[in-house]
C-alpha cells in the first residue's frame, strides 16, 4: 500500500516566487519522513528529513517543511526559488528505516 | 569523505553479456542498498545490506545478483538482462537502520540492447 502521496506531478513557478510542495503521508506505516531533490542524470540528495522534535524542520538550500500529525501532511516550502531549484522531487516515509516509501515525485520548473 | 561512488556511470550491454556495477563508500555506513530507476518514476528497491548481510530482496530476478564484499564495497552483478531491465541503478548507504537518511550515489545508466 502507498505510505506516500505526494498530490502535484508538475509544479511550475515564476523564479523568486515561493514554492510549496505537498506531501501526505500514511499514519500507520510513516515515523521517518524525507525529502529528497534530483537533478538530471544525478542521484538523489537529502533536502530534509524529519525524526521526531520540532514540526519545521530546516534544510539545505533554503527550503523547509513542516510536520503536520492532524492533517498527516509533511509539504516542503521555498520562500523564493532560483532556476537551479529546477529538479525532481521525492517525498520519502519509512516506519524502520529499513525500507523508504517513496512518492512518485514532483517535477519542479522555475520559470525565468 | 561523504559520498557514495558508483562505476561505471553508463554501461550499454547486451542481452548475453556479464556486467557488474560497483558501488563504495567510506562512510564507515554498515547498510548499504540497490534501487532501480525508470524515468520519470521514483526508485525502487531491491536489495538491502546491513551489516555485509542480505537482508531485503524485494523478489528480484535472478539475473540480478547482489554481492557484499565488505562493508564498503557492493556489487551488482548482471546477466542476461532483458531490455525492459534498462534504467539508472542507485546504490545507497546509511547507519542501519537507516532513520536518519540514506546517502545516494549518482547512479549507472544502464541499457540493455
Known amino acids: 500500500a502507498q505510505s506516500v502521496t505526494q498530490l502535484d506531478s508538475q509544479v511550475p513557478v515564476f523564479e523568486e516566487a515561493p514554492v510549496e510542495l505537498r506531501c501526505n503521508y500514511s499514519?500507520?506505516?510513516?515515523?521517518?519522513l524525507f525529502w529528497y531533490v534530483q537533478y538530471p542524470n544525478q542521484g538523489l540528495q537529502l533536502l530534509l528529513k524529519y525524526l521526531s522534535g520540532s514540526t519545521l524542520v530546516k534544510g539545505i538550500n533554503g527550503f523547509e517543511a513542516e510536520f503536520n500529525k492532524s492533517q498527516t501532511s509533511f509539504h516542503l516550502r521555498k520562500p523564493s526559488v532560483h532556476i537551479s531549484d529546477t529538479a525532481e522531487y521525492f517525498c520519502a516515509g519509512s516506519l524502520t528505516g529499513n525500507q523508504f516509501y517513496f512518492g512518485t515525485g514532483t517535477s519542479l520548473t522555475v520559470i525565468p | 569523505d561523504t559520498e557514495v561512488t558508483q562505476t561505471p556511470k553508463h554501461l550499454v550491454m547486451g542481452m548475453t553479456n556479464k556486467k557488474s556495477l560497483k558501488c563504495e563508500q567510506h562512510m564507515g555506513h554498515r547498510a548499504m542498498y540497490w534501487y532501480k530507476q525508470k524515468a520519470k518514476k521514483p526508485p525502487e528497491l531491491m536489495f538491502v545490506?546491513?551489516?555485509?548481510?542480505?537482508?531485503i530482496n524485494e523478489s528480484v530476478p535472478s539475473r540480478f545478483s547482489p554481492e557484499c564484499p565488505n562493508s564498503s564495497l557492493l556489487n551488482l552483478h548482471l546477466h542476461a538482462l532483458q531490455p525492459e531491465d534498462s534504467a539508472l541503478y542507485l546504490c545507497?548507504?546509511?547507519?542501519?537502520?537507516?532513520?536518519?537518511?540514506?546517502?545516494f550515489g549518482s547512479g549507472t545508466r544502464l541499457t540493455v540492447v
Open positions: 545507497a548507504s546509511s547507519q542501519p537502520p537507516g532513520s536518519q537518511g540514506y546517502t
Open positions: 499514519s500507520s506505516v510513516s515515523v521517518y
Open positions: 545490506y546491513s551489516y555485509e548481510k542480505l537482508s
